[in-house]
């Protein structure tokens, strides 16, 4: 079975300032992970995904996740903070690329504070 | 733009009534359709897998007769909450995966705010 734990259920940035948001997972093979981002009362949009490629991967405004297997982690990070950046965050994980076995985190709110 | 549409985007219903979610896929055929259940401040719960032309594979815990799911077609698949009570108030929200290309990530739709009064 699979799982990912996402540290800090709520985390507060300045605008500008470095994103870092937490995500450990737990898979008896090598994951598929995934970070969506959700707006309120609206659906998930994916930001980025790990498919076993390339370790670090770029996603879509401007953020990232370093996937690091001695770590079990997949965090995500941003450089800098902007107000469009606050959401709901969850990092999700899969074996095999199985859609029915996406399992979720239980999210962090980011704020961004001006 | 959106690849899923989901309808209605919030509604109001007392408790007893049956209430109808959509899920359409927009622009590809989805064989598989998955509805998930988010509480506030929580994550997603999966509640069942639809699946074109067959019975809908629900995850443990949640009643089939209570929310019904049917897959008519390769690009709708709904969600009905029958006899609605306020315990069943959420947000429902339903995903599909777009067949084309390799491992292609789920499109979600925007969500159902449901209020059972």
């Known amino acids: 079975a699979q799982s990912v734990t996402q540290l800090g259920s709520h985390v507060s940035v300045s605008e500008g300032a470095l994103v870092l948001l937490r995500c450990n997972y737990s898979?008896?093979?090598?994951?598929?992970l995934f970070w969506y981002v959700q707006y309120p009362n609206q659906g998930l949009q994916l930001l980025l995904k790990?498919?076993?490629?390339?370790?670090l991967v770029k996603g879509i405004n401007g953020f990232e996740a370093e996937f690091k297997k001695s770590e079990t982690s997949f965090h995500l990070t941003k450089p800098s903070a902007h107000m469009s950046d606050a959401a709901e965050y969850f990092c999700?994980?899969?074996?095999?690329?199985?859609?029915?076995?996406?399992?979720f985190g239980s999210g962090t709110q980011l704020t961004v504070l001006p | 733009g959106a690849v899923v549409s989901q309808h209605p985007s919030r509604v109001i219903c007392k408790s007893g009534t049956s209430v109808k979610i959509e899920c359409r896929s927009l622009?590809?055929?989805?064989?598989?359709m998955f509805w998930y259940r988010q509480f506030p401040k929580q994550s997603l719960m999966l509640m069942a897998t639809?699946?074109?032309?067959?019975?809908?594979?629900?995850e443990q815990g949640v009643e089939k007769d209570k929310f019904l799911i049917n897959h008519a077609s390769l690009t709708l698949s709904t969600l009905t909450v029958t006899s609605a009570h306020p315990e069943d108030s959420s947000f429902y929200i339903c995903?599909?995966?777009?067949?084309?290309?390799?491992?292609?990530?789920?499109?979600f739709g925007n969500g159902t705010r449901l209020t059972v009064t």
């Open positions: 995903s599909a995966r777009d067949p084309r290309g390799d491992n292609s990530p789920l499109h």
């Open positions: 898979s008896s093979v090598p994951p598929y």
């Open positions: 790990y498919t076993s490629a390339a370790t």
């Open positions: 999700a994980v899969t074996l095999s690329g199985s859609a029915r076995q996406l399992t």
């Open positions: 622009d590809f055929q989805a064989t598989t």
């Open positions: 639809s699946n074109e032309g067959s019975k809908a594979t629900y």
